[in-house]
Nanobody, 127 residues
């Protein structure tokens, strides 16, 4: 059982930055991909970053490249998400999720492919 806990959310003004943390991302065979997934009010889940924990290879959708940075600290079983130049449309609940890499070691950017989820941390961006 993989247990995840997010922290670091809050209320910030547009243009600012936030660092989110995901604790307990135990890197096992069944959880060698960790993703950050956001869900805005009334919207579906959207993966904004993923990391293959065995190699550190990162994955981003084209829509967020340059503003979101995922990183990991394997010694502490932590995964981080830094968000720069925050925009009001970034307002959402941010979840850390863990799952199994695809054949060959690539991580999915489909939220439905992740098995283990944290409770989420709220990010609110004001203009």
């Amino acid at each position: 059982q993989v247990q995840l806990m997010e922290s670091g959310g809050g209320s910030v003004q547009a243009g600012g930055s936030l660092n989110l943390s995901c604790a307990g991302a135990a890197f096992t065979y069944n959880s060698n991909c960790v993703a950050w997934v956001l869900q805005a009010p009334g919207q579906g889940r959207e993966a904004v970053a993923a990391v293959y924990t065995r190699s550190g290879t990162t994955y981003y959708p084209n829509s967020v490249k340059g503003r979101f940075t995922i990183s990991q600290d394997n010694t502490k079983s932590m995964v981080y998400l830094r968000i720069d130049d925050l925009k009001p449309e970034d307002t959402a609940m941010y979840y850390c999720a863990a799952g199994t890499a695809r054949w060959g070691g690539a991580c999915s950017l489909n939220a439905d492919d992740y098995t283990y989820w944290g409770q989420g941390t709220q990010v609110t961006v004001s203009s």
